[in-house]
């Protein structure tokens, strides 16, 4: 008779399950306490860092961002006030007239296609910084109808009754200088004027130095692509 063999039992080695640490707010006043359990025990640091990050993006999208968006937007700042300010001007040395007789960009048709355009020139021009885009052409259109309205109203001024008005009122002054010649000429042209020129030239300058230096761009691009060209040819000879 054999004796059967018994089952031996073995124990099973005990295995600790190390339970996540909680966040401990220990030597935190209750403002701090809040903060802490309102991030669920999130680093500080991390958190910092990760804002830091943002404003290194954002600094470097705008020096990447286009300035010529900026000059269109300052133009397009002028096109708005220079619809909103006064379209006449009392002659030096008359009395002041009847402010309700004076008019404005929105009481002519010209002005008030200008103001419109300067209206939408503010959300194009948030749209372009926001996306580094350039669509220009409601600063275009507003520049043309500007200096169309500008440039006439100086050609109608210099020379004008208006501009004789302001040489007899300075003939009358009994002590002037240079500076008050010019600017009491100058003053005959009506501010809104003065506002609408400054705008369409600065818009005009900006979009023909633009095409400018593309077309330079260009052609150095294409002298550089002939010169290979051109050594490509001599080495296969």
């Not at 073995?10 to 707010?25: K, L, R």
């Not at 009122?169 to 002590?175: G, V």
């Not at 002037?176 to 600017?183: A, H, Q």
């Not at 009491?184 to 705008?199: D, Q």
Request: glycine fraction near 12%.
């Amino acid at each position: 008779m054999t004796d059967e063999p018994k089952d031996e039992q073995f124990d099973e080695p005990e295995v600790e399950i190390e339970e996540p640490n909680e966040p401990t707010y220990e030597g935190l006043d209750d403002g701090e306490f809040e903060a802490e359990a309102a991030l669920g025990g999130v680093d500080h640091g991390e958190i910092l860092a990760g804002a830091q990050l943002d404003r290194v993006h954002r600094q470097a999208y705008f020096h990447t961002t286009p300035k010529q968006l900026f000059t269109f937007l300052f133009a397009n700042c002028l096109f708005f006030a220079g619809c909103l300010v006064a379209w006449t001007r009392v002659a030096p040395g008359d009395p002041p007239g009847d402010p309700s007789t004076y008019i404005t960009g929105l009481h002519t048709i010209r002005g008030a296609f200008i103001f419109g355009l300067s209206i939408y020139g503010f959300w194009t021009a948030a749209f372009n910084i926001y996306s580094a885009q350039m669509k220009v052409w409601p600063y275009l259109m507003a520049a043309v109808l500007a200096l169309w309205v500008g440039v006439g109203a100086f050609a109608q001024s210099i020379g004008g009754e208006a501009w004789e008005k302001a040489g007899n009122y300075l003939e009358s002054l009994e002590s002037k200088k240079v500076l008050d010649d010019v600017l009491v000429r100058l003053s005959v042209i009506a501010p809104g004027y003065w506002l609408l020129t400054i705008g369409g030239l600065i818009v005009i300058w900006v979009i023909l130095s633009g095409l400018m230096q593309g077309a330079q761009q260009v052609k150095a691009a294409g002298g550089s692509g002939g010169d290979e060209g051109g050594g490509s040819r001599r080495r296969r000879r």
